[in-house]
């Protein structure tokens, strides 16, 4: 059975960090391309960032600098160092495999 359970968010301050998780299971995430992506309040999804199965990575303009998406293979595990938070990336954020997303976790920036 495929789960992916993302942990991690909250609330923090602007210029704030948090790091994010999403352990995974029923699949080897190393062997796929794997995504972060987020939703705000009122909008649709937007894509953050990606790792693909050859380690290479990629960011919206958005956050790229900020950013930093990484895997554990050992754990099977995702995650997504977020730095010098800002309030416009307030949003629930999900990671993501083709069809295949986990219920989210609330990233609130706000002073």
């Known amino acids: 059975q495929v789960q992916l359970v993302e942990s991690g968010g909250g609330l923090v301050q602007p210029g704030g960090s948090l790091r994010l998780s999403c352990v995974v299971s029923?699949?080897?995430?190393?062997?796929?391309?794997m995504n972060w992506v987020r939703q705000a309040p009122g909008k649709g999804l937007e894509w953050v960032s990606t790792?693909?199965?050859?380690?290479?990575?990629t960011y919206a303009n958005s956050v790229k600098g900020r950013f930093t998406i990484s895997r554990d293979n050992a754990e099977n595990t995702l995650y997504l160092q977020m730095n010098n938070l800002k309030p416009e990336d307030t949003a629930v954020y999900y990671c993501?495999?083709?069809?295949?997303r986990g219920q989210g976790t609330q990233v609130t920036v706000s002073s």
């Open positions: 790792i693909n199965s050859g380690g290479t990575t």
């Open positions: 993501q495999n083709g069809g295949r």
């Open positions: 029923g699949f080897t995430i190393s062997r796929y391309p």
